[in-house]
Structures are given as C-alpha cells and as structure tokens.
C-alpha cells in the first residue's frame, strides 16, 4: 500500500513567498487536514402572522480548515519555538494555506486561525511533552473559493 503525501504550507497572500513549510525537516509532522465546515449565509423573510419562514437568498460563507500537526524539537526551548512559529505563520491577518495531497494542491485565502495546543480542549499530554512533541491543530476560515 502506498503512502499518501500530504504538504502543508503557509504562503503570502499578495506575494505568494513561502512564509513556513510544515515538514517533518522543519520539525513538523501533519497528523490531518480537513475541510471542515461548511455553512450558509441565509436571508430569510418572515412575519408574526405566518409560521416559519421563506429563504429568500443563500451564500457560502466563509469554511474553514483544520490542520493537525506534531511539532517535535530537540529540547523544551526549541518545541516552544516551533509552536511559536507556526502560530505567527497561521495568525496573520490574511495568507494562503496551500495542502498537497497525493501531488493535488488546494491554495485558499485564509484569516487569522484558532489554535489548540494539545488534546483537544487544551490538554497536555505528559507522555508527548516528555517526548518533546506536541500536538498542535488549527481552525483557520478561509474562503470557499481556491487560489489559483
């Protein structure tokens, strides 16, 4: 059985440069990428005299992607490096999130992402922090349509 490639960068979104590459080299190694929600902007008419309500518009709204990754240092200081590196990378106000799956690559243009450190809910896991690895994942909303 073959194993899937999955790649994970972080780009400018006016420049496209490569702002930080999620690879194993770079200490990171990509656990899922998902596509997460997808939710619809509705404009509805209703009144007090009738039940319910009539969709009168609808639009795709904002999704979102999720990304899970293990950073994995040599030390406690260089774990805390590579957590704050990929924040500062997935926090800017605006960026493309490119994911490579089997050699298909996705750009979106994304906004400032949420981020969990640990098992959900924040939780450390104390067998992987003594490992020097972390769980890290992202919830970032990014547009319905891709990047060319």
Sequence with gaps: MAV????V?????????????????NGYRIVSVAEGDRLWRRDTASSKWVAGRVLTNAVLDYQTAVVSMYCKAASQSALR????????????TSYLLAVSIGGVVEKWLCEP?????????????????????QLLTFTCPRSPILVA
Excluded: H, K
């Design 81 to 92: 490096t590579l957590v704050a590196n990929a924040r500062a990378a997935m926090e800017n």
């Design 113 to 133: 992402a949420d981020s969990t450190l640990g098992a959900p809910g924040g939780i450390y896991n104390r067998d992987t922090f003594v490992a020097l690895q």
């Design 4 to 7: 899937l490639a999955v790649d």
């Design 9 to 25: 960068q972080v780009l400018d979104a006016s420049t496209q440069t490569l702002i930080l590459d999620f690879t194993t080299a």
